[in-house]
T-cell receptor
Framework: RKEVEQDPGPFNVPEGATVAFNCTYS??????FFWYRQDCRKEPKLLMS???SGNEDGRFTAQLNRASQYISLLIRDSKLSDSATYLC???????????FGPGTSLSVIP | GAVVSQHPSWVICKSGTSVKIECRSL??????MFWYRQFPKQSLMLMAT?????????EQGVEKDKFLINHASLTLSTLTVTSAHPEDSSFYIC????????????????FGPGTRLTVL
């Protein structure tokens, strides 16, 4: 089993739609969790950290379920500029190791 | 603005030559720098972790004699791809994690813009 798994893509949604991405991780000792977005041929950029209590940043909501080892990202009112690959990232503090999920591609269509 | 820079941004070289890529943290001290490789349509794969002043820790399957990492200061790490071959063509990305005193959240990685290497 892969250490971090994500929904296979691509997701093609119309503007204004709500889209949800899921991510699961295998190591229960993982400490910190993040969502990054990566545009084509560019470096990943931090979108948001994910906290146990859940957190929201504008149209983006991230949630963490430690018991299920599951992370989610919800994007409301999708914009064309949201088109990118979304990477689920897990930090294993004990090994100082960062593990990237394979990414889920999102295309928002006019 | 960018907090981590990489140089060069792209490089084309002949098979058998060595290529050095620099990664600099511009406005903070990075205790740890990471080197990743990303092939087309794939995610980032961690190659190695380097701490300032000590030897890098390589991930399984990454040849340390082929990918030489030097982390000479808290703001600079270099990756040298020795005797590059076409299969080494990839997008190489570094990231840096800051010291607590630097004002940068230590759990957050700041990525460089990447270096696209093409070996002919």
């Amino acid at each position: 089993r892969k250490e971090v798994e994500q929904d296979p893509g691509p997701f093609n949604v119309p503007e204004g739609a709500t889209v949800a991405f899921n991510c699961t991780y295998s190591n229960s000792a993982s400490q910190s969790f993040f969502w990054y977005r990566q545009d084509c041929r560019k470096e990943p950029k931090l979108l948001m950290s994910v906290y146990s209590s859940g957190n929201e940043d504008g149209r983006f909501t991230a949630q963490l379920n430690r018991a299920s080892q599951y992370i989610s990202l919800l994007i409301r009112d999708s914009k064309l500029s949201d088109s990118a690959t979304y990477l689920c990232v897990v930090l294993e503090t004990s090994y100082d190791k960062v593990i990237f999920g394979p990414g889920t591609s999102l295309s928002v269509i006019p | 603005g960018a907090v981590v820079s990489q140089h060069p941004s792209w490089v084309i070289c002949k098979s058998g030559t060595s290529v050095k890529i620099e990664c600099r943290s511009l406005d903070f001290q990075a205790t740890t720098m990471f080197w990743y490789r990303q092939f087309p349509k794939q995610s980032l794969m961690l190659m190695a972790t380097s701490n300032e002043g000590s030897k890098a820790t390589y991930e399984q399957g990454v040849e340390k004699d082929k990918f030489l990492i030097n982390h000479a200061s808290l703001t600079l790490s270099t990756l040298t791809v020795t005797s590059a071959h076409p299969e080494d063509s990839s997008f190489y990305i570094c990231s840096a994690r800051g010291k607590r005193s630097s004002g940068r959240a230590p759990d957050t990685q700041y990525f460089g813009p990447g270096t696209r290497l093409t070996v002919l």
